[in-house]
């Protein structure tokens, strides 16, 4: 007997529960991407997080 393509892990799936997930991920698997998203604009550098320290004193002007 060959190996099932979708497998319960847990709990019981009756079989039209098995078949609404497959008809699912294949009509998901089947869609046309959308179109691309635009790159994001790049910020300016001196306000990258990994650029700053990582304390600021309370008195301090950056706030």
């Known amino acids: 007997m060959s190996m099932p393509d979708i ?9 039209e529960e ?4 497959t008809a699912l991920l294949v009509a998901r698997a089947a869609a046309q991407p959308s179109a691309p998203a635009a790159a994001p604009q790049p910020r300016a550098g001196w306000r990258r997080l990994e650029r700053q320290h990582g304390f600021r004193a309370p008195h301090s002007w950056q706030g």
Not at 18 to 21: F, L, M, P, Q, Y
Request: net charge neutral; no cysteine.
């Open 7 to 15: 497998r319960v892990e847990k709990g019981n799936a009756e079989p």
């Open 18 to 21: 098995v078949a609404a997930i």
